[in-house]
């Protein structure tokens, strides 16, 4: 297991999140509790799962296999797209409860579209369910900054975290700012642009000058610029691999040339538009 010490941020609401995470995303439940055990032994503490990947479940056992202490641990999950209606979603928070053990760290909408296009009437639910204690802290997932404005347009607490995509490819600046000024922690999601930066000239060439892999210099330049980020991989030495960035840093000028790769190419559905109702 890797000793690496993982550093956290506060959020707004007091509580401390790790910086860098495991994602499950597009992992198949098939795979999940052995992929997550792995990444447990590995040193990993943040996880993050969601009901639309549908393996809460698999997450879920391999938390109560690993023999950690429950306190030892940040888990996200999110509420799926189908069920923002309030006995939708506090049906779906009790399957996700008891999936995960009975406790969520941190408790995201996954998308602003849904049954309905008012995200007020979402996140009232949201703020119910952490005022009778279901959930530890509440957040959003690629909430554009329209989506923000209406929560405090409609009097409601601002949520601690908003999940977006953010790569060198889509760094999403305009949206982070937004989120900074408001007191909300950014957690950037595909930061490897679903593998496109691992054929990238530029950064392979950034990667051997620093002499470091090329995740490691993106997940590097994610982590430098104040954003949580949560990498994903089911083979235990990437993982490890994933976990050594906290013993270099960036200078300023490999920093502003990696966010110069940006082009404006989203990797994943664009919030705005994305619908799933699975």
């Not at 030892?72 to 189908?82: F, G, P, S, Y």
């Not at 949201?126 to 997932?141: F, N, P, R, W």
């Amino acid at each position: 297991m890797s000793n690496v010490e993982i550093p956290t941020l506060t959020l707004s609401d007091g509580r401390a999140i790790p910086q860098l995470g495991f994602g499950t995303f597009q992992v198949p439940p098939e795979d999940t509790e052995r992929v997550v055990s792995d990444a447990l032994e590995a040193g990993y503490r943040h996880l993050d799962t969601a009901q639309m990947y549908g393996n809460e479940a698999e997450v879920g056992r391999a938390i109560s296999a690993s023999g950690l202490s429950r306190d030892e641990l940040w888990i996200t999950t999110k509420l799926n797209n189908t069920f923002h209606e309030r006995s939708a979603a506090l049906d779906a928070t009790a399957r996700s409860l008891d999936a995960l053990g009975g406790r969520i760290d941190l408790y995201l909408v996954h998308w602003p579209l849904a049954m309905h296009n008012d995200v007020a009437d979402v996140w009232e639910v949201m703020e119910e369910l952490k005022a009778d204690h279901q959930v530890q802290s509440i957040g959003v997932s690629n909430f554009t900054g329209a989506d923000l404005a209406r929560l405090a347009e409609a009097g409601l607490s601002t949520p601690a975290v908003n999940q977006i995509e953010s790569n060198p490819y889509f760094v999403n600046d305009e949206l982070r700012e937004t989120c900074t000024a408001r007191g909300i922690a950014v957690e950037a999601w595909s930061p490897l642009a679903q593998g496109k930066v691992f054929g990238d000239p530029q950064l392979t060439a950034l990667a051997e000058q620093v002499g470091r892999s090329v995740s490691q210099v993106v997940l590097r330049w994610v982590l430098q610029r104040g954003d949580i980020v949560f990498p994903k991989s089911s083979d235990p030495t990437r993982m490890a691999e994933n976990l050594e960035v906290f013993d270099f840093e960036l200078g300023h000028e490999q920093m502003t040339s990696i966010t110069a790769l940006h082009s404006g190419t989203r990797s994943g559905p664009d919030p705005q538009t994305f619908d799933w109702r699975g």
